[in-house]
């Protein structure tokens, strides 16, 4: 098995990253968008997503594709909106 890096973010910092504000992560959240302990962690009232691109594409439903030799992997989702500078 792979080593992955990853981080664990607040709320905050994941509507940041994503591009979205805080009650759309919450909106998210409550129509079960993100599965427990896959995409987020819960400890009492403490919340934290698990940030890999990994995760993001199974919220976006993208798989990277490969490009032409020489170029980047393409993907689906609007890179524009989330930031993976991170």
Request: hydrophobic share 40%.
């Amino acid at each position: 098995m792979a080593d992955v890096e990853f981080e664990l973010v607040d709320v905050a910092e994941f509507a940041r990253r994503m591009g979205v504000s805080r009650s759309t992560v919450f909106d998210w959240l409550a129509r079960g968008r993100f599965t427990p302990g896959w995409h987020y962690l819960r400890v009492g009232k403490t919340l934290r997503f698990i940030w890999t691109l990994e995760r993001l594409q199974t919220l976006t439903g993208d798989v990277p594709v490969e490009g032409e030799q020489g170029e980047e992997p393409q993907h689906s989702f609007r890179k524009s909106a989330i930031n993976m500078e991170f």
